[in-house]
């Protein structure tokens, strides 16, 4: 009977993956919008971050809100990244691109070499902004399906415990055989 | 949750780490009779597949150790055992960072090692069911309590206020702690009574 109560409680947990932060951050027009959350997909509420430029010099700070979003109004036009830290030793970095935020922007301090400005077009920022807007859901899916943990994973993974520590034996057993 | 990724720890405790756990697994390696080398493989399929089980606590979630367990059944076993399920869910999963492999190592197999020396300075062959029972939760769960207490401390040697650090972990491990507590005494007290010679003194 006294095996009951931890394997309910077992099959009770649903079977996810292991505690881990992980960030996801798109752009839309010169605002970056992003959302922190453990692996299985509980959102990270309140944890703090910061947002540094290209050359490593601060942009400036980041908290998630009570959904775990987060958003951070971008200044120049250069390589941003976000790093969340957990405070509990959970820590993830994402890297927006100089390429993914808008041209109208002003080149950041040691910028990428940037394409050429295109022809100015009348309403190319909304375009892009309503772009990234409709693919904003699918990036996040395909995000989250290669965080996945399958089970043909879990299965090459403990056929590899099993191999190793197998050599292992093996090894050791022909030393002794021929005593 | 001794999952600490790269780029969290300093230069000195990540050394530390790597140190302790590379004595570890000599040390372990050397008295490993052949004929238990299956038992680790078991016990390591065990603590990496351990990791996957999700509880729902508080804003986070947290998942079972096992290390107390793995700790009582094979003794200083435990630091290879230990090390190969890290690196496969380092390299498969992406938990926990390649380089504080050592620290998160030494995080999880030296409480083990510790909750299954305690046992089995404790218990006896022939002890009543309630006494195997009660021992293995202490194991179980006295060995997340110190990994969560030292998980904080790497964290804190590395510049982390310790305080806070110490509360967060210790706060999303108090789950954990009973629910480990209470399989560890499950699983001991069904190996007292069906394979007495698992928690034997390894010779």
């Known amino acids: 009977m006294k095996i009951l109560l931890p394997l309910a409680l077992l099959l009770l947990a649903t079977p996810a993956q292991a505690h881990k932060l992980k960030l996801f951050a798109t752009v839309e027009g010169p605002v970056i919008l992003g959302t922190a959350y453990f692996s299985g997909?509980?959102?990270?509420?309140?944890?703090?971050?910061?947002?540094?430029?290209?050359?490593?010099?601060?942009?400036?700070?980041?908290?998630t809100d009570q959904d775990g979003a987060f958003r951070f109004e971008v200044r120049s036009r250069t390589d941003h990244s976000v790093t969340m830290d957990g405070g509990d030793g959970h820590m993830a970095t994402v890297t927006i691109g100089a390429a993914e935020l808008p041209q109208t922007l002003p080149a950041g301090p040691a910028a990428l070499p940037t394409p050429p400005p295109l022809p100015a077009v009348a309403g190319l920022d909304a375009v892009e902004a309503a772009v990234a807007r409709q693919i904003r859901p699918l990036r996040q899916q395909l995000d989250a399906y290669e965080d996945k943990v399958r089970l043909h994973d879990i299965m090459g993974g403990v056929g590899t415990i099993f191999g190793i520590f197998g050599i292992a034996a093996w090894v050791s057993a022909r030393r002794r055989s021929p005593s | 949750m001794a999952h600490i990724p790269d780029g969290v720890l300093s230069n000195p405790v990540l050394m530390a780490g790597?140190?302790?756990?590379?004595?570890?697994?000599?040390?372990?390696?050397?008295g490993l009779d052949p004929v238990r080398v299956?038992?680790?493989?078991?016990?390591?399929?065990?603590?990496?597949?351990?990791?996957?089980?999700?509880f729902p606590a508080g804003l986070a979630s947290v998942h079972l150790l096992l290390n107390g367990l793995a700790g009582i059944v094979l003794g200083p076993a435990v630091f290879p055992a230990m090390l190969v399920a890290l690196v496969l869910q380092a390299v498969l999963f992406g938990f926990g960072g390649l380089v504080a492999l050592g620290v998160n190592t030494m995080d999880m197999a030296v409480p083990a090692l510790l909750a299954?020396?305690?046992?089995?300075?404790?218990?006896?062959?022939g002890s009543s069911r309630a006494r195997a029972s009660l021992l293995g939760a202490m194991a179980g769960g006295g060995a997340v309590l110190l990994t969560a207490l030292m998980v904080a401390l790497t964290l804190a040697l590395s510049g982390r206020e310790f305080i806070a650090a110490?509360?967060?972990v210790a706060l999303t491990h108090l789950p954990v702690m009973v629910i480990e507590a209470a399989f560890t005494a499950a699983a001991i007290a069904l190996l007292s009574r069906v394979k007495p010679e698992?928690?034997?003194r390894p010779a």
């Open chain 1, 41 to 63: 997909g509980d959102k990270a509420v309140g944890v703090g971050g910061v947002v540094r430029m290209a050359d490593g010099s601060m942009a400036g700070e980041v908290r």
């Open chain 2, 18 to 30: 790597a140190v302790v756990s590379v004595a570890g697994v000599a040390f372990g390696l050397r």
């Open chain 2, 166 to 168: 110490a509360r967060l």
């Open chain 2, 198 to 200: 698992m928690l034997a």
């Open chain 2, 116 to 125: 299954g020396g305690l046992f089995r300075l404790l218990w006896r062959d």
């Open chain 2, 38 to 54: 299956p038992k680790v493989a078991v016990l390591s399929a065990v603590l990496f597949v351990a990791s996957l089980v999700h």
